[in-house]
């Protein structure tokens, strides 16, 4: 048990006496690469679906790396993911114009182990978990009123309802893939710029939504307001609820139309990173 606890320490002492600890800070610009379907875009002519990843957009890192010799390390990191906007309903019909996009807002932290192939080329290959944030949808919709509904609240034919909303979906908590190629080019003794290309494999299943705003205004032909604020995020219109549930199965007989069938959302991306290393003073080696 003595000469055991000896070893390890050996082990240690040597380790640390290479050891070398860096911090890097950058950004960068990712493109989707999971080409699942986000929504569809409806005409006269027909549907298309629309295909791509809520991971493509820019991003922004801050990562801590330990190299216990001069070859293997570890790195941490924690990023902030700024998504494009991507279609997920586009509907343009007589009557009806629906203009709907959704985008990511969501952190990540990343755990690596780092490979250095020579003093300046390296790869990184890891974990991806993505902590906080959400997907928001935010949604714009035209009905143009039947004869009847206008008669019915006294208003000339082709009046007109607008409504707006955001709603925010959240999912459960994932396990990603990450692996990166880098290089860097020194500039003194400290620091280095370095380029990455970097890929995420990643999925979200989804949780719930919430409504975070909402509003029905109903306008004339000439687009002279007729009523305003008409419903609320407080006065839903019926069928609309303000929190939704996802479940994995549901009752044929399912009378609660708050909850609906989950379903995973892609957030896979290749992406380009350009940023800067800082590079702690090396620990001596031991005699």
């Not at 009806?96 to 959704?102: E, P, Q, Y």
């Not at 182990?113 to 020579?118: E, G, H, I, N, Q």
């Not at 019915?152 to 994932?174: C, M, R, V, W």
């Amino acid at each position: 048990m003595k000469q055991r606890v000896i070893l390890l320490v050996g082990i240690l002492i040597s380790t640390m006496s290479y050891a070398q600890f860096e911090i890097s800070a950058g950004s960068g610009y990712a493109i989707s690469s999971a080409g699942m379907k986000l929504g569809t875009e409806t005409s006269t002519s027909g549907v298309e679906n629309t295909y791509g990843s809520f991971g493509e957009g820019t991003n922004i890192q801050v990562r801590g790396a330990y190299f216990f010799n001069d070859k293997v390390g570890v790195d941490v990191g924690v990023g902030y993911l700024h998504g494009t906007d991507k279609t997920v309903n586009e509907t343009n019909l007589p009557g009806v114009n629906v203009d709907a996009i959704a985008r990511a807002r969501a952190f990540g932290a990343t755990a690596t182990v780092v490979y250095k192939f020579t003093d300046n080329f390296y790869g990184r290959v890891g974990a991806l978990l993505k902590i906080a944030g959400k997907t928001e949808a935010v949604v714009s919709s035209n009905t143009v009123f039947s004869k009847a509904q206008s008669d019915a609240q006294s208003l000339p034919e082709g009046s007109y309802s607008e409504t707006n909303y955001i709603e925010d979906f959240h999912g459960k908590f994932p396990l990603g893939f990450v692996g990166a190629f880098g290089y860097k080019f020194p500039i003194d003794a400290n620091f280095s710029v370095y380029v990455e290309a970097e890929y995420y494999g990643i999925s979200l299943k989804r949780k719930d939504s919430e409504l975070q705003e909402f509003n029905t205004n109903i306008f004339r032909p000439d687009g002279t307001m007729a009523a305003e604020s008409v419903y609320t995020l407080d006065n839903l219109p019926a069928g609309t609820y303000k929190k939704t549930t996802y479940v994995d199965e549901l009752p044929n007989n399912n009378t609660d139309p708050s909850k609906k069938l989950s379903q995973k959302v892609p957030y896979s991306s290749f992406g380009v990173n350009v940023g800067v290393t800082y590079k702690f003073k090396k620990s001596a080696k031991k005699q």
